[in-house]
T-cell receptor, first 113, second 112 residues
């Protein structure tokens, strides 16, 4: 039982390049989330998915797209990376029983030059 | 909208000292409250939670009590260890959802 896995762990992009961050969970959770973590700002929700086939914007969705490929996988895409997207990205999942507990992946550290 | 405010860090303590990290919240209805911990280079882990007023969450020697009258959920530990050095996040979820709103985090550094 690996929990929540994310790939890659580190990535360096040039401004304007695109990339997809992958996330998968093996806990049969309904809900999945993408956050970014910046110094002094805590975690901010980018997008979330309450179930397969549905996605909703969070607090900071601009510049990102997501895909809930199936129940296990939830990817985050940067179409044209900008230096302001330099951050640590975390994926999380939850059972969605109204209990509020989320399980987090180890994170992807992204630098955009 | 709902929000969480926690004390700024870093908090620097000697081993075996008493720890308090303050957290207050603003929310409509009856949120659930959480403390998450992030060790260096890792993702967040749930440390403890409380789902209704006057509940006390506890884990690994840490405690926090849900105080509705003061809208607070302060984290305490009686005797910290070097291994407790981490960033601590207070968070809330609105009633009957799993969506979390986080505070900005408080870095704890414990020295031997």
């Amino acid at each position: 039982n690996a929990g929540v896995t994310q790939t890659p762990k580190f990535q360096v992009l040039k401004t304007g390049q695109s990339m997809t961050l992958q996330c998968a969970q093996d806990m049969n959770h309904n809900s999945m989330y993408w956050y970014r973590q910046d110094p002094g700002m805590g975690l901010r929700l980018i997008y979330y998915s309450a179930s397969e086939g549905t996605t909703d914007k969070g607090e900071v969705p601009n510049g990102y797209n997501v895909s809930r490929l199936n129940k296990r996988e939830f990817s985050l895409r940067l179409e044209s990376a900008a230096p302001s997207q330099t951050s640590v990205y975390f994926c999380a999942s939850s059972v969605d029983r109204g209990l509020g507990e989320q399980f987090f992946g180890p994170g992807t550290r992204l630098t955009v030059l | 909208g709902d929000s969480v405010t926690q004390m700024e860090g870093p908090v620097t303590l000697s081993e075996e000292a008493f720890l308090t990290i303050n957290c207050t919240y603003t929310a409509t209805g009856y949120p659930s409250l959480f403390w998450y911990v992030q060790y260096p280079g890792e993702g967040l882990q749930l440390l403890l939670k409380a789902t209704k007023a006057d509940d006390k969450g506890s884990n690994k020697g840490f405690e926090a009590t849900y105080r509705k009258e003061t809208t607070s959920f302060h984290l305490e530990k009686g005797s910290v260890q070097v291994s407790d050095s981490a960033v601590y996040f207070c968070a809330l979820s609105a009633y009957n959802t799993d969506k979390l709103i986080f505070g900005t985090g408080t870095r704890l550094q414990v020295f031997p």
